[in-house]
């Protein structure tokens, strides 16, 4: 069983800043992109950031700077830091991982439950 496992969100004031993690478990045989999206109320689930294996990211044009995603490869884990929030940053956000099982022969992807981030005064 694989799960992907959030954490670090929360509420902050604009301007704040917040670090979110998420780790997979399980038995898994290769991660290939990592990555955060997001879905704020009544919204579609949008990208925010992916990072490859070998650690290109790539960001959302509302991120403008503001974010940095990272990936720890032994620790199956992907981080989103994110400084100067704004409250349309409001949102819950989803750790996002492609894996390969030891019994699969395709990448499929993996969703984490969701963490929520609040950006209020």
């Known amino acids: 069983q694989v799960q992907l496992v959030e954490s670090g969100g929360g509420l902050v004031q604009p301007g704040g800043s917040l670090r979110l993690s998420c780790a997979a478990s399980?038995?898994?045989?290769?991660?290939?992109?990592m990555g955060w999206y997001r879905q704020a109320p009544g919204m579609q689930r949008e990208l925010v950031a992916t990072?490859?294996?070998?650690?290109?990211?790539n960001y959302a044009h509302f991120v403008n700077g503001r974010f940095t995603i990272s990936r720890d490869n032994g620790k199956n884990t992907v981080y989103l830091q994110m400084n100067s929030l704004k409250p349309e940053d409001t949102a819950v956000y989803y750790c996002?991982?492609?894996?390969?099982?030891?019994?699969?022969?395709?990448?499929?992807?993996?969703w984490g439950q969701g963490t929520q981030v609040t950006v209020s005064s």
């Open positions: 996002y991982m492609q894996l390969l099982l030891p019994t699969m022969t395709t990448y499929r992807d993996y």
């Open positions: 399980g038995n898994i045989f290769s991660i290939n992109v």
């Open positions: 990072i490859t294996r070998s650690g290109n990211t």
